[in-house]
Each structure stands twice: as C-alpha cells, then as structure tokens.
DNA sequence: ATTCGGAAAATTGTATACATGAATGGGCTA
DNA sequence: TAGCCCATTCATGTATACAATTTTCCGAAT
C-alpha cells in the first residue's frame, strides 16, 4: 500500500498520500503530536515537503494544530460522522438542485447517464461476490461527481470535494464494509434505485424533489456507519477507525 | 492597513494576512503567477513562511495552483459569486435545521438572543449613518456565528467557517457597499427581520422553516451583489472586485 | 519579416542549518 | 520521600543554499 507513494514523482504529494495512509490506518494517534522529524525518518522527505503536507492534511480535516505548534491527528465522535455526512448530502443536495435548475438536456446528461447503466448492468449479473463490490465503489464516485459536475459550478464542485475529503463523508467510503453486512447487496439495489429517481428528478427539472432525493440518497452512509457502529468488529475495518472515539 | 500585521508574531500569519490583502485589493492580478521572491521583498518574510502561507490560501480558495508549480489569484465569474453565497446558504441553513432538530433551550439561545437585542437596539436609533453601518457588521458577523455554533456540530461549523472564507461569501461582505444604495438602510431592517424569524422558528424547532429562512436570508447578499454588478463605481468598492470578471 | 533554436536567467521544489521556546529528566533541598 | 528548580534535550518556526526545470530573450537562418 505504501508502495504506491514510490512511484510519486512530488515529495509533497508523497508525503501527503504517506501521512495520510498513516492517519487513516490509525498508527498516528488522536491527541498525540506528529513528530516531523519522526515522519521524516519514515516517509524519506525533507522537512519542507512534509510541512507542506501537514498544513494541507490541517485544512482537509484530517490533523488539528495543536496550542504549542505541531499537529495532531483528528478525533471525531460518532455524531462528527454523521454531521460530515450530512453536509455532504446538503452540498450534493444543492449541486443537484442547481443542475436541475439549468434544464440540463440530453447531451448534457449522456456521460451520467453511462455510467448509470454500466452500475445497472453490473447490478443484473446478480453476482454479489467481492468483485461486484469493488467494481461498484468506483462507478458510484463516478456518478457522484459527474452529478456534481452538473451543477455547473467550480466553486460548489470544490467544496464537495472538500466534504468528501473528510475521513468519514466519501460517497463509497463504507462499500467495503457493506460485504460483512447481510443486507449488503439490497442497499446497493436501493442505492441504485436512489440514482435512477435522482437522474429522473434532474431531467425533469425538479429541482426541490432531487434536493430532497440526493440529500437521502447520502444518508444511506449513516445507516452503514450506525450498523458499522453496533460491531467494533465490523467498525474497525473502517478506514480512519482509530480516528473514532466510543461514545456509546 | 498592512501596518497591521507588523504587530504579529507570526510570520506564517503575517505573510498570510499581507497576501490575502495583496489579493483582495487587485494588486494582484488573476491568473498572472505570484512571484515568490517578490512578495519575499514586498512582505518581509523568508520565502518558507511565505509558501506556508500560499498553500494555506489555495485551500481557502483565494489562489489556484499553476499547471508548473506557483499559483495565482484565482478569478471569479458573478455566477461562481452566486454560487458561494448559495453555498454559505446551504451550510448555515443545514446548521439552524440541525439546532433546531436539538431543541434548544432559552439558556442555549440566551446569547444569540442577546446579540439580536443589540441589532434591535441599533436599528431602533434610526440614524442610518456610516456609523450604524459599521457598527451593524460585527453584530451580523457575531449572530450568524452564534447560529452556526448551535448547531452543536464541529464538523459545520468548521465547514461554515471554510464557506465564509471564499472572497464573496462572508455574511458582513458587502455591507460597506450598502452604503452606497438608496434601499440600503431598509435592506438591513429586513435582514434583522430574517434572524428575528429565524430564532421564532429555531426556538419552536420548526427545522425545515428554520432551514429555509436561513437560505433565503443568505441570498440577501446575492441582490446586493446583483445590484452592485450595475454600477462599476459600486463594484469597485466591493474587496476583491479585481478577482471578479465582467462577463455581462 | 518571421520562425526556429539555444543559451541565459529566473522560478519553484527540496534539503538543511540555525534559533527560539517547550518539555523532560535528574539532582538537590526541605 | 516528595517537590521544586535548573539544565539539557528536543521540537517547531524560520532562513537560506542548492538543484532541476521552465520561461524568456536574443540571434541566426530561411
């Protein structure tokens, strides 16, 4: 896995993707400071990239500043979760509104509407084996942010970025855990289902109904993670567990 | 105005505030690169807190990363600027929904209870000179603060709080253009008319009501931009007019 | 006159040295 | 034995030197 981050021509990008995998994988934890120079032994950059990692994992959320500087990996309570879902599901709310709102036409809505079909025949294989989840996971991310490409709008394109950045709040950020889950295979029906009335919705330019639709598609994340909750088995695979606290 | 970051200890801040400044004033312009060893001459600052301070405005959405490294001001069109106060609408009004969903109590709403007196105060002066103006933005700054602390959620408010750092999206930003327009004192009666509605419907947890009069009420700032757009002398007092193209 | 090529200048990315202030541990004293 | 003070260590913030790549400008050739 951390592999990956060799092949990284940048310093800064690799030390971003190394600390975040190690945030994530909860060998940094909450509260405790992030030695620079501890990273730096690890990672293999200099101190001047891996700062520059460390103020942008700060604005992503990830580490908080710490009164005496430094950085310390984030901890989030279970109610910080569902709080980051549910502003991903208003900034998709309101890019969905906005695209509806621009009448968007057919050519307009060809791409997003591939990629719907190729979820949809994915979906009538009728195979729910591991490889039908992992191939999902990267269809959805497409339909999500070609749907928040409809908006239109770079500004409200960026800050879904932003919330998806967030440890808790990606769209697919829960499939793999789906697969420990009995009903694993209904929700992504469901989520499915969720898809085809939002693309109804949105040529039809309702932009109220699809608001209201692509903000509960998005809680479809909170009931995962309140299933997730109710078996630290189940929640320690999760990534960025370690980042959250107990509180029930 | 730059006299005020002599006074900061630190230089990373320092550098931040001097560019930001730089930025909002058209000193520098959109897409033309921002020269490290410039701003190194004009700013007073070594070239590390510099760079710690441009990462740091890329994430606030002041700069945009050139495609060879460096970045740039970034450039607004007036629809991105619509859409950023659409964007602080969608998260102030996600946070009254959510305070409302909690019920809070009188001793919850004593303090925003309190700051809405001292607008109801001010207003009830009826001199509508610069000073009122003035005197009115803290306030305003202050309420929507308090609304977006009730939400009881850490996760919003930092998201609120990331919405208001864009140029054009901060709940005060174009009070000082109000000045300029004949609607002006009336604009602000109604915006105070707003929170009164918006803490009725907060106290009674009426989420959805609450949840729409609060992005309605941030869409106020969208007339105000509409008609400053009319009038370039109007706009030009607007901070950070120079990041905005003129496409109408 | 225009375009292509190359060299020089300048810019960013990276590494490292230095300074200042915080944390820690040991030793001394009550 | 417990507590406090001081010194040492360590951590971050800052400045600067170096390298690699990009940009620019000037000259020559078509």
């Given at each position: ?14 030390a ?20 620079e120079?501890?990273m730096v032994?690890?990672i293999?950059v200099s101190r001047?990239p891996l700062r520059?990692a460390l ?194």
């Amino acid at each position: 896995m951390l592999g990956d981050t060799d092949k990284v021509q940048n310093q800064t990008v690799r030390a971003l993707l190394a600390l975040r995998e190690l945030v994530l994988s909860g060998e940094l934890l909450p509260g405790e400071r992030v030695s620079e120079l501890a990273m730096v032994d690890r990672i293999g950059v200099s101190r001047t990239p891996l700062r520059t990692a460390l103020v942008k994992l700060e604005g992503e959320g990830f580490l908080e500043a710490l009164p005496n500087g430094g950085y310390a990996a984030r901890q989030f309570s279970i109610d910080d979760a569902f709080a980051a879902i549910e502003v991903r599901g208003a900034m998709e709310g309101l890019a969905a509104r906005l695209a509806a709102e621009r009448r968007p036409g057919d050519a307009d809505l060809a791409a997003i509407r591939e990629t719907q079909n190729r979820i949809d025949r994915l979906l009538n294989r009728r195979k729910s084996g591991d490889s039908a989840y992992s191939e999902f996971a990267p269809l959805n991310e497409m339909f999500h942010r070609q749907l928040a490409e409809l908006s239109g709008s770079p500004v409200v394109f960026q800050q879904i970025e932003r919330a998806n950045a967030h440890p808790f709040a990606s769209p697919s950020g829960f499939i793999q855990i789906q697969t420990q889950m009995p009903q694993a295979w209904t929700i992504l029906l469901i989520a499915q289902d969720h898809h085809h009335c939002i693309l109804e919705a949105l040529s039809a330019g309702e932009g109220g109904r699809v608001e209201a639709l692509t903000r509960e598609h998005a809680r479809l994340a909170q009931r995962y993670l309140r299933e997730a909750f109710n078996d630290q088995h189940t929640l320690d695979q999760i990534p960025g567990a370690s980042m959250l606290r107990r509180t029930g």
